[in-house]
């Protein structure tokens, strides 16, 4: 079972993201897993991901986006991250997105996949780790206290 700091190398990781639309935020973390080794074909993973609608998650003021697909197109779980610069304002939802990660899960894994999506919304919910994650000053940083954070939980 792997972590998400296992999960995420540090090139998969914008710390500048500047979307206007869900869309646009999703294709620009969609993108960081361009060439990553466990992605046997991206057109296809593309596709997953745009089939589900993101999930968009508010608590506390924290906007989370997760968008994800279950798809041969991976080997193995693939994950990307970016931290919106400014938020994100999307239309009708109660509060900017600051986190937008990009999962891509063999169709196989389902209970890994569950547990990588709860990981990613506890360690986000955790009142340590979201000020932590908010303010890390590079992608290395950004991986190392998502690591920190899930070892917590």
């Known amino acids: 079972m792997s972590t998400l700091s296992e999960l995420l190398p ?32 991206f057109n296809a993973l593309k596709a997953a991901i745009e089939t589900r609608d993101a999930a968009v998650i508010f608590e506390d003021g924290l906007g989370l986006l997760i968008a994800h697909g279950r798809t041969e197109a991976v080997s193995r779980i693939v994950l990307a991250a970016g931290r919106c610069s400014p938020p994100l304002q ?22 890994e996949y569950l547990r990588v999506v709860g990981a990613i919304v506890r360690c986000c919910k955790d009142p340590e780790s979201l000020p932590a994650l908010l303010s890390a000053h590079s992608a290395s940083d950004f991986v190392q206290l998502l690591g920190e954070g899930e070892s917590r939980l």
């Open 10 to 41: 540090v090139h998969q990781v914008d710390i500048a993201l500047h979307a206007t639309t869900k869309a646009i935020a999703v294709d620009q973390v969609l993108a960081r897993l361009k060439g990553n080794s466990n992605v046997k074909d």
């Open 90 to 111: 999307l239309p009708n939802a109660e509060g900017p997105v600051h986190l937008v990660f990009v999962a891509g899960i063999p169709a196989a894994f389902s209970t």
